[in-house]
């Protein structure tokens, strides 16, 4: 059964940093991993969307990666700003027709003025 | 504006009353999904549809129902909710592509 793990689950930076979110999976057959951010009291927007065909894809500031083979992607955020303070989720969807979505319990992130 | 609605937003009821979330979009994706989120657990999938007429389980769909008779239109079912279903519960559509649109959430008390 598919697992997906945050870490950590929290963190504080001062403003100005670049900083990397990890998201890793137990299973490889992936049909994409989607990047989220949600803010308090909020709904969910999409970030990024990558491909399981794909390495990596940029918006802006952040850039997604995707390793299938170890289970892992990671968000870099550049130049971190007090606006980018939210809960970064993950989630990864199934292969094999089903398009089941699992998502990460996420990343409190709190960006210091 | 491209959008995924939900209503109502937020829901008081009693344990054994049946209620319906409704959740509507315009972008005209043929994917919808229902989800639940709750602290600690994150965001669980509890039913998704792949087109009209076409539902599938998720990872807790226990206790509720879907059904979709438009491609706009995926409402959830609760016909006897219980007080472990107190949760904020979220409606979404895919794109072709992927991506996943939220709705702005619906946060169910069952007393």
């Known amino acids: 059964k598919q697992e997906v793990t945050q870490i950590p689950a929290a963190l504080s930076v001062p403003e100005g940093e670049n900083l990397v979110l990890n998201c890793s999976f137990t299973?490889?057959?992936?049909?994409?991993l989607q990047w989220f951010r949600q803010d308090p009291g909020k709904g969910l927007t999409s970030l990024l969307l990558?491909?399981?065909?794909?390495r990596e894809q940029t918006s802006g500031r952040l850039n997604a990666s995707l390793d299938k083979s170890s289970g892992r992607s990671t968000l870099y955020i550049a130049a971190s700003q007090p606006g980018d303070s939210a809960t970064y989720l993950c989630?990864?969807?199934?292969?094999?027709?089903?398009?089941?979505?699992?998502f990460g319990t996420g990343t409190r992130l709190k960006v210091l003025a | 504006e491209a959008q995924v609605t939900q209503n109502p937003r937020y829901l008081i009821t009693v344990t054994g009353k049946k209620l319906t979330v409704t959740c509507s979009q315009n972008?005209?994706?043929?994917?919808m999904s229902w989800y639940r989120q709750d602290p600690g657990l994150g965001l669980r999938q509890i039913y998704y549809?792949?087109?009209?007429?076409?539902?599938d389980k998720g990872d807790v769909p226990e206790g509720y129902k879907v059904s979709r008779k438009e491609k706009r239109n995926f409402p959830l079912i609760l016909e006897s909710p219980s007080p472990n279903q107190t949760s904020l519960y979220f409606c979404?559509?895919?794109?072709?592509?992927?991506?996943?649109?939220f709705g702005p959430g619906t946060r169910l008390l069952v007393l």
């Open positions: 989630a990864v969807s199934s292969t094999g027709g089903t398009y089941k979505y699992i």
């Open positions: 972008m005209n994706h043929e994917y």
């Open positions: 979404a559509s895919s794109s072709p592509q992927g991506t996943q649109y």
């Open positions: 990558i491909q399981s065909s794909q």
């Open positions: 299973d490889s057959a992936i049909y994409n």
């Open positions: 549809s792949m087109n009209v007429e076409v539902t």
